[in-house]
T-cell receptor
Framework: DTGVSQDPRHKITKRGQNVTFRCDPISEHNRLYWYRQTLGQGPEFLTYFQNEAQLEKSRLLSDRFSAERPKGSFSTLEIQRTEQGDSAMYLC?????????????FGSGTQLSVL | AQSVTQLDSQVPVFEEAPVELRCNYSSSVSVYLFWYVQYPNQGLQLLLKYLSGSTLVKGINGFEAEFNKSQTSFHLRKPSVHISDTAEYFCAVTLSGAGSYQLTFGKGTKLSVIP
């Protein structure tokens, strides 16, 4: 169990640029989640995958955001035409898929700063 | 929609003293409740969860929480804290039986243990 890994740890970009983050879940986990955390707030749900299918999306996930999980393994979160309001910590989590209320394993996050 | 309120943003406490971190939730239907902890530069980790059954739930590191449906609360307690408990604690809720896997988090409580 090597844990959930996220890359990069930090990303600084200029407004209007596109950015992509990667998440590698724990290998046997079939559920993968993306959350966003801003300063002084708790994590906010963005989206959720069961294997390669994206099953839930938050209204926070505007059309500038897209997430994929090809082949049900790693996932990418892309933000197009970044805005200063996108500055946040982007968290990835995974879980086994054993049912409701199961434990989520979180990565350390990618800190995005939009200048 | 469900929501979570963590009543204290910061809680200082002396080492070996007891602590209670307060959490209230709002939901018109049944919920599952969780406490996650975030140590500096680490991902969130599950402390404990309430799904059903006994309202007193025991978790890792000596923490426990009590589900109180009438008061819509899920307060976290530890009888004697240690320096290593210094971290940020998040209460979270999800709807039970709804087939939804998104967690709604509170804003967090920073616990500072004073030697």
């Amino acid at each position: 169990d090597t844990g959930v890994s996220q890359d990069p740890r930090h990303k600084i970009t200029k407004r209007g640029q596109n950015v992509t983050f990667r998440c590698d879940p724990i290998s046997e986990h079939n559920r993968l989640y993306w959350y966003r955390q801003t300063l002084g707030q708790g994590p906010e749900f963005l989206t959720y995958f069961q294997n390669e299918a994206q099953l839930e999306k938050s209204r926070l996930l505007s059309d500038r955001f897209s997430a994929e999980r090809p082949k049900g393994s790693f996932s990418t979160l892309e933000i197009q035409r970044t805005e200063q309001g996108d500055s946040a910590m982007y968290l990835c989590a995974s879980s086994l898929g054993s049912g409701e209320g199961e434990k989520l394993f979180f990565g350390s996050g990618t800190q995005l700063s939009v200048l | 929609a469900q929501s979570v309120t963590q009543l204290d943003s910061q809680v200082p406490v002396f080492e070996e003293a007891p602590v209670e971190l307060r959490c209230n939730y709002s939901s018109s239907v049944s919920v599952y409740l969780f406490w996650y902890v975030q140590y500096p530069n680490q991902g969130l980790q599950l402390l404990l969860k309430y799904l059903s059954g006994s309202t007193l739930v025991k978790g890792i590191n000596g923490f426990e929480a009590e589900f109180n449906k009438s008061q819509t609360s899920f307060h976290l307690r530890k009888p004697s804290v240690h320096i290593s408990d210094t971290a940020e604690y998040f209460c979270a809720v999800t709807l039970s039986g709804a087939g939804s896997y998104q967690l709604t988090f509170g804003k967090g409580t920073k616990l500072s243990v004073i030697p």
